[in-house]
């Protein structure tokens, strides 16, 4: 992600036409790229991303510490998107399984430094598609778990769901995102053997 200087945010907050055009020139691919890790379809994203963006630009007066605007847009944009999908009616109770919380990593042979080593073995696109195939409330607590840095407490707040179903949904997301590395990966040593 670029960085910004307090000096240019200085100049967004103040309106200056040339430093929101390079405001958005810098940061619309990211941007848009978080909204589509939860609205799964461009045209849903493009329309968060657009309402976010509006959200961002009428809230820069307020951000006090310069060296978080990062993370602050980011959040925006998460939150514009959780907000579509409750909208959208398409992140209902349902998506979320009420459960308590198990360790999942228990209940296989591998520990956490083989899980990492997992990672290592596959590419990044072939992970984030991964992800995509996620059941939408896995996908989602494990995108603002994982990805975005929020805490379970501050996951249950924005889902209206649990801490505990917040802890749950992350450890099933782990166990599922691995068996399908692991299918990955044997899918493709079996194709090297060949």
């Known amino acids: 992600m670029p960085g910004f200087d307090k000096r240019f945010i200085n100049k967004c907050k103040r309106g200056d036409k040339k430093a929101l055009e390079e405001l958005y020139r810098r940061s619309a691919n990211t941007l848009l790229g978080v909204c589509l890790r939860y609205t799964k379809n461009i045209h849903d994203a493009e329309d968060v991303f657009q309402e976010g963006?509006?959200?961002?630009?009428?809230?820069?007066?307020?951000?006090?510490?310069?060296?978080?605007?990062?993370?602050?847009?980011?959040?925006?944009?998460?939150?514009t998107a959780i907000n579509f999908l409750k909208k959208k009616q398409?992140?209902?109770?349902?998506?979320?399984?009420?459960?308590?919380?198990?360790?999942?990593?228990?209940?296989?042979?591998?520990?956490q430094k083989d899980d990492s080593l997992l990672l290592d073995l596959i590419s990044e696109k072939d992970l984030y598609d991964m992800i995509e195939q996620l059941p939408d409330g896995y996908r989602i607590v494990l995108s603002l778990?994982?990805?975005?840095?929020?805490?379970?407490?501050?996951?249950?707040?924005?889902?209206?769901?649990?801490?505990?179903?917040?802890?749950?949904?992350?450890?099933k997301a782990k166990a599922k995102l691995k068996k399908m590395i692991e299918e990955k990966l044997k899918i493709t040593s079996k194709n090297r053997l060949k």
């Open 145 to 171: 778990y994982a990805i975005e840095g929020f805490t379970h407490k501050e996951i249950a707040e924005v889902l209206g769901i649990s801490e505990s179903t917040s802890k749950t949904q992350y450890q």
């Open 53 to 79: 963006f509006i959200k961002i630009l009428n809230n820069l007066k307020n951000i006090k510490d310069e060296s978080k605007i990062w993370s602050w847009m980011i959040r925006i944009m998460v939150n």
């Open 90 to 111: 398409r992140l209902g109770e349902n998506e979320f399984i009420e459960g308590e919380e198990r360790d999942y990593s228990v209940t296989n042979n591998f520990s």
